[in-house]
């Protein structure tokens, strides 16, 4: 039976080969490299694909949020990071956590840091993160009193362990990625020179799917941590990540509707399975996700130009080439390649793949 | 205790009474008018805020989709309609739910229709949906033929029955209310005239919550269908259908950082929670939700400007006024009101009430 026999409503395909592929290939960079790879799980969030990714090496893995954390952990995994400005109100899950699985939190001011010297009943380690120069958050990579502040902090406790500067070039998504890979070498090696005889042992993690993709020179860098590389998507094929066969996930969408005249398929797939991420076409319209053609083995990808051109909550408005148009119909399934796949595959909560068996992802089943 | 105390992470927080107000408001409207408000349950999708609905004289309720159907059957609804253009893969489905549960779903083509009358074990009935001008989806209202089509597939089928037509005029979203509601008088009345000999019974509904909140003439139009009305958002307030003190929900974000010197504020609270709707604001920037100040009794609505400015998965940057950075400490919790309610209460799957309990959602608890 194929896995397409399986669906009736919008479903998240994942091709296990693609995205092996994508593993094998970041994991093969980062040793080319010197580097360790650690994924951000904020993408896959998944037991299944953190056991794929073992076997590429990996040991440790990044989540955006404590609960993130909380369904990945007891996995086996080294340690836990979580890559994000730490929640004070969220210490007594820290230590909950951290009683049965290795963990590092991210720290960027003194308050929290000294709740956390305060609080943590078991070792945590932590990162401080470094602004990478757009301001979302982070400290000033010169702003080395203010670092040693929380460093000193830390040092009256002997549960949160400095290990060292994390720096997200999140600004490689519109920006120019050598030049601004050129600063984060910079700020992270004079981070680590003025640092190192206080911790030794101190690493430097970077980590953007653009950058990690396409950077050849990381410097003295010790940890590569992009996250969107393991399934990748349309906004990475067009900034030039990935190409769009990389793409190892795409969206089943039921037919409902044809507009011939208008050249419109109308599909089951919308803002609560795609999330709302959004690209501009050449000709000024909008692109929510690309036509791809489903078979029994997985998808082939036309160059005619369907697109979701537009989607509500539940309706997706597809549209159509000619060769789509001759061939569809009502009850036909559809694929979609995602423009962003970690908010689709959060919206999704579960995936399918080709050989028919469902992947956990935190979020649950919402199929 | 106050609810405030079980805050640590993100949390959907609703105000009972002030859905309770929605409610009855849209009720006495509908029976000043003569209609029956049959409310989009979509935005709330909760066991529990559909109880709140019964008081108010509520019978019938309507999804965007099976699985969300399937969530709320059973619960004491006359009938659940699907307002989607069915999909008929999922046949099975309905014929399971509708054994047990009062049912109406929405054809747009004989394809579909076929489909129904030919797999139908239990009695359900069906709306036709009208194309209300901007072509998302539904039939030509002019195209009496096409409509006769469908009527005359249902006949063949003892259990496919007719109910009348659905006209969501949604561009009331970013159109000009008065004149889009004449055309949804005059379609509606026009199909009752033409298919009333036929069909004597058959009744008509309209729904989107800028018109339900604003117009005052629905003409010889039956059923009122709106559904973000029961917790408004900013987008509704902005569009003159509410005023924000009419808002319902506010997400309770922990801060997580604070850079006096830009006038912004971190919060945990991103694309995950919210969802990614946007609105402009008049000085060019965007505004992804806006600050309230939480109390032991819900909340405060400030002039102050102080509005998310941008947000990611996690993160949200919040612009701050200079009364809200003379107060604010890492660790405390703010509120702020969300842009488009629907979409984000999907993203949150539970709701937190004001006196500390849990509310359902279809989407399970995400906290």
């Known amino acids: 039976m194929s896995y397409l026999d399986q669906i009736t409503s919008p479903t998240l395909l994942l091709d296990e080969k693609i995205c092996r592929a994508n593993l094998q290939k970041m994991a093969d960079k980062a040793k080319r490299h010197g580097m360790q790879l650690i994924p951000h799980f904020k993408t896959a969030q998944s037991h299944k ?11 440790e893995i990044t989540t955006s949020s404590i609960k993130m954390a909380e369904y990945l952990s007891g996995q086996g995994w080294e340690r836990i990071h979580i890559a994000f400005p730490f929640n004070p109100l969220e210490a007594d899950r820290l230590n909950e956590i951290a009683s049965s699985q290795g963990m590092s939190v991210q720290l960027i001011n003194t308050e929290t840091a000294q709740k956390l010297a305060d609080t943590l009943t078991n070792p945590v380690s932590f990162f401080i993160e470094i602004d990478a120069g757009y301001g979302r958050t982070g400290v000033d990579s010169k702003d080395y009193l203010g670092i040693q502040k929380i460093l000193d ?24 990625i050598p030049s601004i890979y050129e600063e984060t070498r910079e700020a992270l090696s004079r981070l680590k020179k003025e640092f190192k005889s206080q911790y030794p042992d101190l690493v430097t993690r970077t980590g953007d799917t653009p950058g990690c993709s396409v950077v050849e020179d990381f410097g003295d860098i010790d940890q590569l941590g992009p996250g969107n ?17 990389d793409i190892a996930v795409a969206m089943a969408v039921p037919v409902v509707d044809i507009k011939k005249d208008r050249k419109e398929i109308l599909v089951h797939g919308g803002g609560v399975h795609f999330a709302k ?3 501009s076409r050449e000709d000024g319209g909008k692109n929510f996700g690309e036509l791809v053609y489903l078979n029994d083995d997985g ?29 569809v119909k009502v009850g036909d399934v559809l694929g979609i390649l995602p423009i962003h796949s970690c908010m689709t595959a959060d919206c999704m909560g579960a995936y399918l793949t080709l050989d028919g068996k469902w992947v956990d992802h935190a979020e649950g089943s919402k199929n």
Request: proline share 2%; aromatic share 14%; with cysteine.
């Open 277 to 279: 991420d959004v690209l």
């Open 153 to 176: 902090i830390a040092k009256s406790s002997t549960n949160l362990n400095f290990r060292g500067f994390y720096l997200h070039p999140g600004h490689t998504y519109y920006g120019d």
């Open 49 to 59: 694909i953190g056991n794929w990714a073992k076997e590429y090496g990996i040991t």
């Open 299 to 327: 998808w082939v990808i036309p160059e005619d130009g369907s697109h979701l051109k537009s989607i509500s909550q539940e309706h997706g408005v597809l549209k159509a080439s000619d060769e789509l148009l001759n061939k």
């Open 229 to 245: 590389f393991v399934f990748y998507d349309l906004m990475q094929a067009y900034l030039g990540s990935c190409s769009k066969s």
